[in-house]
């Protein structure tokens, strides 16, 4: 997802038409059934935006329902490198199928994150990179066991960029059984103060059909 550099006040400015997701109307229609007065854009990507709130929340709204499943299962945990999720919520515009996920707001340094990323990638002379491994290990191509030797041969060499929290969010990941590939600056945060845990902020893959829907948290907009 996209991280915009300024903060637009859905509700009450003006706002780029490049990052909307939904009408204006509707997004003020969603703001007010879950009792905020204000969304403030933070970011926007392919499927979804999301949204400061108060409380230090953010909204997420996305089209991709996978995300929706994923937010589900981790609704109520206490998680130390994936972002923590409060409330999860579904609704129908226009025939087509919408997930509010609500959830722990982490800061973002996309820039140090990506030279993090990119550090490895070239450390590894481009055969594999964070994502990579974190994609197939996630989904069960490679061993903890070829991790493992991965990680301790970067750490040997006096590498400028600490991993192990970065190892521990891939082992948090696998151990709640939640695959997702899709890592980069913008998608990976901080819990906490700035420089404490990392932490995965986005839980997509993509539009999803077969998504099993709680009709309890169905909204209509």
Known sequence: MKHLSKFNEMAYS?????????????????AKKLNYKRFTR????????AFK?????VVKITKDLK???????????????????????HFKYN????????????????ERMDRMIDYFLD?????????????????????????????EEYKKNNAPFDLDDWYNMLIELKQKNIYISDFNGSNVGYKGD????????ELG???????????KEEIVV
Request: charged share 30%.
């Open 53 to 57: 709130v108060k409380g230090n929340r």
């Open 205 to 215: 893959l993509g539009y999803w059909n077969n998504i099993k829907f709680d009709e």
């Open 123 to 151: 450390y590894t002379k481009g055969d594999m990179s964070l994502s990579y491994i974190s994609s197939e290990f996630l989904s069960g191509d490679i061993s903890k066991k070829v991790l493992d030797v991965y990680f």
């Open 14 to 30: 003006a706002y780029d038409k490049e990052y909307d997701i939904l009408p204006k109307k509707i997004l003020q229609s969603i």
């Open 95 to 110: 025939n087509e199928k919408y997930a509010i996920i609500i959830k722990e707001f982490c800061d973002v340094s996309e």
């Open 194 to 201: 700035y420089g404490n845990d990392i932490c995965v902020i």
């Open 42 to 49: 933070i970011g926007s990507g392919r499927y979804g935006t």
């Open 67 to 89: 995300e929706y499943e994923y937010a589900k299962k981790l609704k109520g945990l206490k998680n130390k490198h994936i972002a923590d999720v409060y409330e999860t919520y």
